[in-house]
């Protein structure tokens, strides 16, 4: 119990006076205090008055006490607050009417809170030279406070520790190591330190000046599998800021990543798409909407009942809402009697996903965010979450900071590699990383004698794998993939008997050996922790923003209904389908061999795309139909953890653009549909009843009743695929500054100007192999295509293993792939050769 200004407050053990004044709504000025960094004690604004000894204490450090009593605005805390304000603002410069934080400024508000103006002190401010040598953070440290809040963010929150004091005294301020621009530093340009400054010391740069924006709106982020919930800062009818939304609830907190936080300026690039189109002798022309949605309507109709319904496509994209991929496979099934209908999905890692639910039946995971700070364990296999989804990433990594033991599988390094308790790193390909799971499966289940009758209660067929087990030559599978047996004892050792959570990257989900690897992650789910506690799940590096509501809403094919997305562009090949309706997707840079691909979209009689921006499969389209993002519209997405997220319109779609949901009410009505049902809400309910699972908000391991259980998967490793002509692995990777196939951050200004190119990253020793030199262009060859590319040696690279980063110079590392593969399973992995390019 403690009294402030009076009033009696109860309050949990270890809450500070600063903390109980807050849950009481009285309000003590702070700068240096932020709720979700560890309180710090630096700028004092929070000083109260302690009744019975009269000492001034910074409530933010000062833990409440049985009998305490202090006031927070008494004649000394008052005039100690007016003198420290005074201080601070005659260091600053006078430049608030063009200050980026305006009226935000926090140590603007706290000195019209105490009434101080003019500082009556002798200016002391401070030089520093603006830093505007990245496209992303403007760094003003002349109007910086000392607060310490962008150094303790990018600690504790990002895991980065980028940035720390530098010097002494008056010349004392934030910097990276050696004073280098962050360019040159570990920055990985999140913007948790713009998000956290409390005056104008760091700004998100902007191609032009706009001031304080007129109001905020929240919304959620179209960009990765997190969902992350943005604070958009709008000015007229234009986002012109990004910031993390104000809620505790939110996934990502006070953190974003740097496409949530700057990429966003594509929404108002000079190619969105304005008014519809219409192809008219070989030129698409702008037109009426009425004109556009006919066309559309009375070409589908007839062909349908020229060819039937199967001549029609549907591709839809796990980066539309779940309403809006709901109405698109109701309208193909529902009014046009198609079941070819499927979305990007695919190139995500979505079929191997239902590979995991199918045979886990829904009872292991997805993990939640927060599982893994409470974690016993954590393995990460593929782990390459800094890059596909970096603010996920920032809970593992806190979790490694703070003691949670870390193993990581991985044939790269990561992010993670330095923070890992053990580093397991088989060689590249050849199914080197399905060999180990499979080892450490085996050898965790060892380790768990103790808890033998607890699996057998869970699984169906134990004695199955315990006979597997028994016949691996643990030896000769480490040896084949370049590790030591007793390191992976090691690693199951520490697993054993623990609350794992196990974190699945794209080597599991995207390459060609993965499913290997993902049977052996089912099986060290299942004989990893204690019985008695429930499972902590598994994660999984879900790269769209959407892809398990697209899928929910069956926006993907069904093997037995309908043409997967391959399938529809080989029947366009053949002349079976005569028109593909797009939405929200850009196969001509997402998917393997973009020239057939092209050449088959225009092998058809009817292409109509539904689109935000200008695009390679645009141009080539019949009808362009001019939709909205997701800042300009309502809907919801379903993030990576089940999670569904609604938002509405910050902004109206520009120019004579549309809703995507309107859009499709509109050729739904074209095509004959007169019910009542297209609009948002109605669409909401007809989820709500047919898909049940949408809405639910419980561990995927609950309500399973007696018959959870789930079965061991064979160890079967996958054969190797070495092929002595391509010699190297070739791993198409995912680097931060892109989403996907980067149609959208390819059109973001920031992006463009950060001027990184794709280069192909290799291993010193492969370099000094094949004669190259950092910055050398190289051609890069495959069974299915070649491409060229620059070349950056790097020491974190693979012996035999080369990188190629997806999304850069239109996605053309998709034509090294094939377009078919079997199964639709696809894997961003395969042999290349590689030959240096006379430049002369």
């Not at 204490?57 to 304000?85: E, F």
């Not at 520790?161 to 999140?190: K, M, N």
């Not at 799971?437 to 004695?463: F, K």
């Not at 899928?551 to 562009?569: E, K, R, Y």
Request: aromatic residues 4%.
């Amino acid at each position: 119990m403690i009294s402030i200004n009076g009033k009696k407050i109860g309050c949990p053990v270890g809450t500070s006076v600063l903390e109980a004044a807050d849950s009481a709504g009285i309000h003590i000025p702070r700068l240096c205090y932020h709720p979700e960094l560890k309180p710090h004690g630096a700028c004092r604004m929070c000083l109260v008055e302690d009744e019975k000894s009269g000492r001034l204490l910074a409530s933010c450090v000062t833990p409440v006490s049985g009998g305490m009593s202090v006031q927070t605005d008494s004649k000394a805390v008052l005039r100690h607050r007016r003198n420290i304000v005074r201080l601070m603002i005659s260091e600053h410069p006078e430049s608030c009417v063009v200050c980026s934080k305006g009226n935000r400024c926090q140590l603007r508000r706290v000195a019209a809170e105490l009434g101080v103006g003019e500082p009556e002190l002798y200016p002391m401010p401070h030089v520093n030279a603006l830093d505007q040598s990245n496209p992303f953070i403007v760094r003003d440290l002349s109007k910086c406070i000392l607060c310490g809040r962008c150094i303790r963010g990018c600690k504790e929150l990002v895991a980065q520790g980028t940035i720390d004091y530098s010097l002494r005294g008056v010349d004392s301020r934030p910097a990276t190591l050696h004073d280098h621009p962050l360019t040159e530093s570990s920055c990985t340009f999140c913007g948790t330190c713009v998000s956290l400054c409390p005056t104008g010391a760091l700004s998100q740069k902007k191609s032009a000046f706009s001031g304080t924006p007129e109001r905020e709106h929240d919304t959620i982020c179209g960009f990765c599998g997190v969902g992350c919930s943005l604070s958009l800062g709008v000015f007229g009818s234009r986002v012109v800021e990004v910031s993390p939304a104000r809620s505790r609830e939110s996934v990502n907190g006070v953190t974003l990543c740097v496409r949530g936080h700057f990429a966003h300026d594509y929404l108002n690039s000079t190619h969105r798409l304005l008014r519809p189109r219409l192809r008219k002798g070989g030129e698409q022309a702008s037109v009426p909407w009425d004109e556009a949605v006919s066309a559309v309507s009375e070409k589908l109709l007839e062909i349908r009942d020229k060819h039937g319904a199967s001549a029609i496509g549907f591709l839809g994209s796990s980066t539309c809402t779940n309403e809006e991929n709901y109405l698109f496979q109701k309208m193909a099934r529902g009014i046009l009697g198609t079941h070819n209908i499927d979305n990007g999905g695919v190139f995500c890692g979505r079929n191997r996903l239902d590979d995991f639910f199918r045979k886990t039946r829904g009872i292991i995971g997805p993990a939640r965010f927060f599982d893994m700070e409470t974690a016993d364990v954590i393995v990460m296999a593929g782990a390459d979450q800094g890059e596909t989804i970096p603010v996920a990433s920032y809970h593992v990594k806190r979790a490694a900071r703070n003691g949670v033991p870390l193993i990581v599988v991985d044939s790269l390094a990561s992010d993670f590699t330095s923070l890992s308790t053990l580093w397991l790193r088989p060689l590249p390909g050849s199914g080197h990383l399905g060999q180990v799971m499979h080892a450490l499966s085996g050898l965790v289940l060892s380790h768990s004698n103790t808890h033998r009758d607890g699996i057998a209660g869970s699984t169906d067929n134990l004695g199955d794998f315990e006979r597997d087990v028994s016949r691996l030559d643990m030896e000769t599978m480490c040896r084949t993939a370049g590790l030591d047996v007793e390191m992976l004892k090691e690693a199951a050792g520490i697993i054993a008997g623990r609350r794992v959570v196990l974190v699945a990257g794209c080597e599991v989900l995207e390459a060609d050996d993965g499913g290997s690897a993902l049977n052996a992650l089912i099986n060290l789910a299942l004989v990893s922790g204690d019985p008695g506690r429930s499972p902590a799940g598994v994660w999984f590096s879900i790269r769209e923003n959407n892809l398990l509501g697209a899928w929910a809403m069956g926006t993907d094919f069904s093997p037995d209904a309908g043409l997967s997305m391959v399938g529809m562009i080989e029947a366009a090949e053949k002349g079976d389908l005569k028109v593909l309706y797009i939405m929200g997707e850009n196969p001509l840079r997402a998917m393997p061999q973009q020239q057939r691909v092209k050449a088959a979209l225009e092998n058809l009689e009817l292409v109509v795309v539904q689109d935000i921006l200008e695009t390679e499969t645009v141009n080539i389209a019949d009808v362009v139909l001019p939709g909205a993002a997701p800042a300009e519209k309502a809907g919801s997405f379903t993030n990576m953890e089940g999670r569904v997220q609604s938002f509405t319109p910050a902004v109206p779609p520009p120019g004579e653009a549309k809703a995507d949901l309107d859009i499709l009410g509109l050729v739904a009505k074209g095509l004959g549909y007169r019910g009542d049902d297209l609009g948002l809400e109605a669409v909401r309910a007809e989820i709500k009843r047919l898909v049940p699972s949408w809405t639910r908000d419980e561990s995927p391991a609950e309500n399973h009743g007696d018959d959870a259980r789930i079965s061991f998967q064979p160890i079967a490793c996958a054969e190797g695929t070495d092929d002595p002509a391509y010699p190297f692995m070739m791993i198409a990777g995912s680097r931060r500054l892109h989403a996907g196939s980067g149609t959208r951050t390819s059109h973001s200004e920031r992006t463009r100007a950060a001027g990184e190119g794709g280069a192909m990253e290799i291993s010193e020793a492969d370099a000094g192999m094949l004669g190259l030199r950092e910055g050398d262009p190289v051609r890069i060859e495959s069974r299915h295509g070649a491409i060229e590319r620059c070349v950056t040696i790097t020491s974190d690279m693979a012996k035999g293993a080369v990188l190629i980063p997806r999304g850069f110079l239109g996605n053309d590392v998709m034509n090294l792939f094939p377009l078919s593969q079997a199964g639709d399973m696809w894997g961003m992995s395969c042999g290349v050769r590689i030959e240096r390019v006379n430049s002369e």
